[in-house]
Nanobody
Framework: QVQLVESGGGLVQAGGSLRVSCAASGRTLSSLILGWFRRAPGKEREFVAA????????VYADSVKGRFTISRDNAKNTVYLQMNSLKPEDTAVYYC?????????????????WGQGTQVTVSS
């Protein structure tokens, strides 16, 4: 079993930056694909970014390409999402997720492990 705990959310002005982190326990991260999803008020959970187990392959949603960067430190069992040039539409609860396998899949129901989420609010 894997436990994921997010941290680092908060309130930031538009154009600002924020980094959220996800610490894992219960199993080594090195065998998992790790990703971030988000859910804005009144909307469904959507894919943000994901990274392969060795960091060699990454996928980003079109809405965050060029602004967000996902990274991982397997030695620390931690995955990060660096968010730059934030926009009010980035406001959401951000969830860390993990799944086994070789492919990066962007549909939420294909992911096995989830954190509890951290709120990110971007003011205009």
């Amino acid at each position: 079993q894997v436990q994921l705990v997010e941290s680092g959310g908060g309130l930031v002005q538009a154009g600002g930056s924020l980094r959220v982190s996800c610490a894992a326990s219960g199993r080594t991260l090195s065998s998992l694909i790790l990703g971030w999803f988000r859910r804005a008020p009144g909307k469904e959970r959507e894919f943000v970014a994901a990274l392969s187990w060795n960091g060699g392959s990454s996928v980003y949603a079109d809405s965050v390409k060029g602004r967000f960067t996902i990274s991982r430190d397997n030695a620390k069992n931690t995955v990060y999402l660096q968010m730059n040039s934030l926009k009010p539409e980035d406001t959401a609860v951000y969830y860390c997720a993990g799944r086994s396998g070789m492919r990066i899949i962007t549909t939420p129901h294909d992911w096995s492990y989830w954190g509890q989420g951290t709120q990110v609010t971007v003011s205009s």
